[in-house]
């Protein structure tokens, strides 16, 4: 029996019936070229090298990484009906890169400067017509603190050299 015969003839015994009807969806959508990959041995440098065809072809990055993770669902659940001895769509995880979301954001933006912090506590503290107000935009601008830790900042955890938070509000 192929793996595709097996993929789309009995849905797996533990996927909610959304999941099934997704997956189903996308395998109608791009079936013959995730099936026609799974059902051929294939090294995981022919895996990649599909994808980058992909991209040259045009098709969206969003695209192509739910046709590369519905490819691995199929090789995955061959490998454990015993279809395939290895899933050659597995990637490596974590090999000395930054994780999760923050691979894909850009650098930081600088929102303000330290005039600008300066010029920003002064009207507020204008505004307020208090000083203390001065302290506090200052303080928040150059710690990095947030304002609930600011509220719930005590005198006696502040020192000539450091601040310990120990509340937030």
């Known amino acids: 029996m192929t793996i595709s015969a097996t993929f789309t003839a009995t849905p797996h015994p533990a996927r909610s019936p959304c999941v099934a009807n997704e997956t189903q969806s996308i395998l109608t959508t791009s079936v013959a070229a995730i099936l026609k ?11 990649a090298a599909w994808e980058k065809g992909e991209r040259a072809a045009g098709y969206a990055e ?5 046709w590369r993770s519905t490819l691995h669902l199929i090789l995955a659940e061959a490998v454990e009906e015993r279809l395939r001895d290895a899933n050659p769509a597995a ?36 505004l307020s017509a208090r000083d203390d107000e001065f302290v506090a935009v200052v303080l928040l601008g150059f710690t990095g603190m947030r304002w609930a830790e600011l509220v719930g900042l005590e005198t006696q955890y502040v020192r000539p050299m450091g601040i310990r938070v120990e509340w937030q509000l």
């Open 37 to 47: 990959i799974a059902d051929a041995e294939h090294l995981p440098t022919d895996i």
């Open 62 to 66: 969003s695209s192509i990484k739910t």
């Open 91 to 126: 990637r490596r995880r974590g090999r000395g890169k930054r994780a999760g979301r923050s691979r894909n954001r850009g650098p930081e933006k600088v929102v303000t400067s330290a005039l600008g912090v300066l010029l920003i506590a002064e009207r507020t503290a204008l």
